[in-house]
């Protein structure tokens, strides 16, 4: 038998190459029964754009109830909300997604009162809810509508220099109501000094930053609703008596709140804190970056928040009360009780020295199960306003107290992040060396190579 054909180089080789085609083979079958069996991906972006935030991983993986989402679109829509929603299905095998051509199928669309493209409807046991906008933070929403039922309803007080819900501008509070929107709240203003009763309807009640006096009744209408088992975020600014608008001392509102353990000091915080620095913000805007161990900040930790213009509270247990501090300014704080002077200096010899405690959270006991009275009260209202809301992690600290506050602690997470614009815009001069490179200079250098090899090997 002859035997020499397997010596041959040309046999070598090819079963070489073969040897590889087979290994190369089994990868790509391996490679590709794993894709299809788990959907598993990395997001390199920055801001991990293409990642669900922590909040909707942790409504998703408690859920104990499959929900199926509904997803209506032309075909040529169809990438853009699997891109979305195929996240959500690798989240748990509870979650099923259902594509629909709703021009194919018109009657499925009609039962689901669908009156334009791009809509997903979210259906957990036999509540349905329609998502308000087809993003993260839409579809999250329908679903905590669908798991929470029943309507929760925010009530800003007025009437009194306080932040408006329908103000824009930079000391509006109309990213505040977009926000809670968004949460899956109803927001309304009420004004206690027409009629001294907060609404029964009341889920939250919020005073933000009252520059006039509260007359007795109407704080006698707050701490009635709390006392009875309601739920209040009360945020008040340092009494300046600088500039066209003077805050005053309010001083009803503020003995209420030191019956209930909390008092809030007449001074100006002022924080040399040298992380504020780095990020430009002077010493009248106290960052933090430490919190205590609650509920509302737990999940802050490593995330900045900033109160420009604050005061700062002391607390203590009340008869019927128990406090919690949120967070304090660091130890580079002073505050100072000139409260009259348009020019900000730290007198170590006069101010106080921190750290102060900025927020704290209580809780009121009514003496009745399952009616517990809750409060939070911020020693500032400037850090909801639009032209701080959006500062680092103020948005969450928001909406973790209003969670809070609502009872709905298992809903609160870090939010999904709004998407960055991380566009580069360059000047002309840049535009043209960028230019010049890219076109000329590395193809050049391209071709100045491949004339050396070749020269070198002639």
């Known amino acids: 038998m002859n035997t020499e054909w397997l010596k041959a180089r040309q046999t070598r080789y090819a079963a070489y190459a073969s040897i590889y085609i087979l290994v190369i083979l089994a990868v790509l079958v391996v490679a590709n029964f794993l894709a299809n069996r788990y959907n598993k991906s990395y997001d390199a972006t920055a801001n991990k754009r ?117 103000d824009s501008g930079a000391e509006g509070f109309s990213d505040f109501q977009t926000a809670v929107q968004k949460d899956n709240y109803q927001v309304k203003s009420v004004n206690l000094l027409e009629k001294a009763e907060v609404p029964s309807d009341c889920t939250v009640l919020v005073v933000a930053g009252p520059s006039g006096d509260y007359i007795q009744p109407a704080v006698d209408a707050i701490k009635k609703y709390v006392e009875g088992g309601g739920r209040a975020l009360i945020m008040l600014d340092p009494p300046l008596k600088v500039g066209r608008k003077e805050i005053s001392d ?42 205590e161990s609650h509920a509302i900040v737990n999940d802050l930790a490593g995330t900045a928040t900033g109160f420009p213009i604050a005061r700062s509270l002391e607390t203590k247990n009340a008869d019927h009360t128990t406090i919690s501090k949120l967070f304090s300014t660091s130890a580079n704080s002073y505050a100072t009780y000139n409260l009259s002077s348009a020019e900000i200096r730290i007198d170590p010899n006069k101010d106080k020295k921190g750290p102060f405690t900025l927020a704290a959270a209580g809780t009121y006991d009514t003496g009745k199960p399952n009616n517990q009275g809750r409060f939070v009260v911020v020693g500032n209202s400037r850090w ?59 193809p050049l250098i391209v071709i100045i190579g491949g004339v050396l090899v070749w020269v070198r090997r002639r």
């Open 50 to 166: 293409f990642s669900l935030s922590d909040q909707t991983s942790k409504i998703v993986h408690e859920m104990k109830q499959d929900v199926t989402i509904q997803y209506f679109d032309k075909p040529s829509g169809m990438q853009a909300g699997k891109d979305l929603l195929d996240r959500y299905a690798s989240l748990s095998p509870k979650v099923h997604i259902e594509y629909v051509d709703y021009l194919k199928k018109p009657q499925l669309a009609r039962a689901a009162n669908i009156t334009h493209e791009g809509t997903a409807v979210i259906e957990i046991g036999a509540k349905k809810e329609e998502a308000k906008t087809f993003d993260e933070e839409g579809v999250t929403g329908a679903m905590i509508r669908a798991i929470k039922g029943g309507a929760r309803t925010v009530c800003a007080v007025g009437g009194s220099g306080e932040h408006r819900l329908d």
């Open 250 to 291: 309010n001083q009803a509102l503020t003995s209420a709140l030191s019956g209930w353990g909390v008092t809030a000091d007449k001074d100006l915080l002022l924080d040399e804190n040298p992380v504020a620095q780095l990020v430009g913000l002077g010493p009248e805007v106290p960052l933090i970056t430490a919190y």
């Open 384 to 442: 909801a306003s639009n032209s701080f809301l959006r500062f680092n992690g103020n948005r969450n600290l928001l909406l973790n107290m209003m969670n809070w506050l609502s009872s709905d602690e298992d809903l609160i997470s870090i939010r999904p992040k709004e998407q960055e614009d991380r566009r580069i815009t360059l000047t002309r001069a840049q535009f043209i060396a960028v230019r010049t490179v890219s076109q000329f200079l590395l």
